[in-house]
């Protein structure tokens, strides 16, 4: 019998599972960002938005999940490639964009990197539409120094 894949809302306690399921999948980028700190900081300012599927008590998929009042931003979707093809993506990210919708956010962005075609692909089978606008990303470093 398949095991059933349980979701709930992620926790600190996710972190190294986590982390390690990101290592291992492929178009994913595991940046400073990613440290216990760092998940630690974007869980509590996004609490009830990011999710984990697990199996048998196994970490199996991951769905970061934030805004800024105004666009959700999704991160960090990853599914164990032999748990792939189940559903769990779908159910991940529909679970954080209802999350979003109950806390009055209606729109939701994500980033595709150019080098993960079938990500793209992913996100356009789910219906989410590339923007017209033409932009790049640009970065600033906060000022001052950092807690901790
Ligand atoms: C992309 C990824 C998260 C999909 O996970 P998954 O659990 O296998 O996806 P699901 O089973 O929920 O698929 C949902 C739907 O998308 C379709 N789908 C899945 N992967 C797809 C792909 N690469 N291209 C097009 N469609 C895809 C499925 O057929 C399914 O269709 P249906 O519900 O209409 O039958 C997984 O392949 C992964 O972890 N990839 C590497 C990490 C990554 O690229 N993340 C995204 C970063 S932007």
Redo the contacts with the bound molecule.
Sequence with gaps: MRPRIAYRPMSLRDHRRAVALWRR????CVTADDRRAGIALYLRRNRGLCFVATSAGKLV?TVLCGHDGRRGILRH???DKRF????????LVDLSLRALARQGVARCN?F?MDT?P??M??WL??GFKPLDDDYRTLQGAARGSLPG
């Design positions: 999948t492929e178009g994913m998929g979707l990853a599914v792939r093809g189940k559903g769990i993506a779908r159910r994500l595709v993960n079938s990500a692909a992913f089978h789910l």
